[in-house]
């Protein structure tokens, strides 16, 4: 069985840094695209960043110059870090990713959610 496990959430300060990790775990042979996303209350679930397997990465216009998302495929691992952060990214971040496993095939993964909370 693949599972995903976030960590890094918290309560952080505007201006303030966090950094999110997301570990796939299982036999896994193959993983595509890794992402990161994010629902705030209220909203609809966003599209916050995606890393490709090529290492071609893509962000909301919300988070440009402030988040980078980057991947340890060695690791399994998905990263995403968080700089400059206002209230507004307050929001249960999910990571995405995309894999090939065993007994599931090809399948698209979502973690359990870690909160980020951003004071201001």
């Known amino acids: 069985q693949v599972q995903l496990v976030e960590s890094g959430g918290g309560l952080a300060q505007a201006g303030g840094s966090l950094r999110l990790s997301c570990t796939a775990s299982?036999?896994?042979?193959?993983?595509?695209?890794m992402g990161w996303y994010r629902q705030a209350p209220g909203k609809q679930r966003e599209s916050v960043a995606a890393?490709?397997?090529?290492?071609?990465?893509n962000y909301a216009d919300s988070v440009k110059g402030r988040f980078t998302i980057s991947r340890d495929n060695a690791k399994k691992t998905v990263y995403l870090e968080m700089n400059s952060l206002k209230p507004e990214d307050t929001a249960v971040y999910y990571c995405?990713?995309?894999?090939?496993?065993?007994?599931?095939?090809?399948?698209?993964?979502w973690g359990q959610g870690t909160l980020v909370t951003v004071s201001s």
């Open positions: 995405n990713i995309r894999v090939e496993a065993f007994s599931i095939g090809h399948r698209e993964l």
């Open positions: 299982g036999i896994i042979f193959g993983i595509y695209t």
């Open positions: 890393v490709t397997s090529g290492g071609t990465t």
